[in-house]
């Protein structure tokens, strides 16, 4: 157990010359009761070019970026171009293709982050998820670093209440009956092994095919799956004007430039 990992993160985050902060501000947009927070990141048009490396998961790392090894097969390092604090990255050491089925490791390093940042973590797989690096990777969030709640997991958890004879209670919203999407409520996120099987039977109920797009969410309390078609939503009026969706967007957070 890193019992310093939270240390390390919040020591090493603030004044880091390594790092980017896009500063934003936040508007809600309340839809079906869901309070969607639109991340407005003024500066996102001037933003500075990082440093170009083949493959930013594999040593050497640009000074400052490097945060720990979680294990012998994992690693932890700060998301470079960062909308909100201590945003870190888990990745194994060794290559892994994004498109590659997370693992029982994959699990055991992102559910130690967790406990000890008290964080979510999301990961994008395939072109249409919002994926940038072919590197597996698994990003993480503290809760706290976006507000404390999570838009959707609150709306879940909020509606199960009302609809206790609905496995996935969100599905009851209209304008998400036409997205495939799984929820599954978790005994306990420190179990890899447990983690492990619920994603694979996500998988597995949503029919997902190798070659299909998807985003996975993980929170101490829920995981879910859902399936992509494209990776961005394009204006009916412009179809130059677009807004690009990955995993945080079916979190209930949706960056845009204006």
Known sequence: MKSNLRHLVHSN???????CYLPSS????????IPFKLLMLHSLQNKPPGIKVDDPFLPPFEEGIFITDLSDSHSLVFNKFCVCDH???????????????LTVADFSAAALVIAELQ?????????DSGM???????????????????PIEEAYFAR??????????????????????????????????????CYHELL??????????YNLILTPRLMWVVVREKNSVISTEDPLAKVDINSLGFVGTIAVKN
């Open 13 to 19: 985050f603030k004044n880091n010359p390594a790092l």
């Open 26 to 33: 936040a508007v809600i947009l309340l839809d079906e009761e």
């Open 87 to 101: 945003h870190v990255i888990a990745f194994p050491k060794a290559f892994e293709h994004q498109t590659s089925p």
């Open 119 to 127: 964080a979510f973590m999301f990961f994008n797989c395939g072109p």
């Open 132 to 150: 940038s690096v072919p590197h597996k990777h698994m990003q993480l969030i503290p809760y706290e670093s976006l507000g404390g709640k999570l």
């Open 160 to 197: 199960k209440a009302y609809w206790k004879d609905k496995s996935d209670p969100l599905l009851t919203i209209p304008q998400l009956q036409g997205i495939r999407l799984r929820f599954k409520e978790l005994e306990d996120y420190r179990e890899p092994q447990q983690l492990h099987r």
């Open 204 to 213: 597995k109920d949503l029919e997902i095919s190798s070659s299909e797009s």
